[in-house]
């Protein structure tokens, strides 16, 4: 496993992944919630027996790349935020802009799986978690399908990242090494997801700063069986 490493305002600060969990249906708002899975029930998703959900993930799967291998068209992102626990102190505890990216045939047959057929896209900066605590909710998330605004909406639509510190520490997980993905925001079921690349921001308003991951889809070969 390679060491993700993060800008947080001009220091370098590097992560080694132990633990990578992706939360799922985790809206404040149980509208958002529905929404949510009735976007996956279009694809054939079934809906999932109590919220929200976490999934624990490959740590490797967590990545900052410019490109992501797929088998087919059906996979695509989702915006979210991520936890990045970097150390043993409250201000070790970062802040960064997430792209789950799933395969999408994969997850008719069960989420878990599908989780593991994609990686975990993280941003390349990162905000300490204690310097904009006061204004999280007024953070925004925006996403790009192949250059389409897919997803708008800020972090009060979401779980709390204090929420899931707390989630954390009852789980003895709230350790450094630890990253945790938000879930996601509706998605605009008028543009077309399966794009061939994904962009998300993640905004600070009362800064005007944006921390973005950006990545192209790059289909592989077709097997030979």
């Known amino acids: 496993m390679f060491p993700l490493r993060f800008d947080v305002n001009g220091e370098v ?11 799922g249906y985790a809206g404040r708002s149980q509208d958002d919630v529905a929404a949510h899975v009735a976007e996956l ?7 999932p027996t109590s919220t929200p959900c976490l999934y624990p993930v490959a740590p490797y799967l ?56 994609g990686p975990d896209v993280l941003g390349r900066q990162a905000w300490r978690l204690v310097d904009v605590a006061d204004r999280v909710d007024e953070l ?41 993905l938000s879930g996601t925001i509706p998605m605009d079921s008028a543009v077309d997801q399966f794009a061939g690349s994904w962009r998300v921001e993640l905004g600070d308003p009362k800064t005007g700063a944006t921390i973005a991951c950006e990545y192209r889809l790059d289909r592989m070969p077709d097997p030979v069986a």
């Open 13 to 23: 600060v590097e992560v080694s992944v132990t633990t990578l969990l992706n939360g």
């Open 41 to 47: 029930a279009e694809l054939g998703v079934p809906a």
């Open 62 to 117: 967590a990545m900052q790349p410019d490109a992501v291998p797929v088998q087919h068209d059906r996979t695509s992102g989702e915006a979210e935020w991520a936890l990045v626990i970097a150390g043993p102190e409250e201000r070790d505890v970062l802040l960064t802009v997430a792209c789950d990216h799933t395969d999408r045939a994969l997850e008719v047959h069960g989420v878990a799986w599908s989780k593991q057929a």
């Open 140 to 180: 925004t998330l925006t996403a790009w399908a192949g250059g389409e605004q897919i997803q708008r909406g800020t972090l009060a639509e979401l779980l709390s990242p204090q929420y899931w510190l707390d989630d954390l520490r009852e789980r003895g997980l709230l350790r450094p090494g630890t990253v945790l």
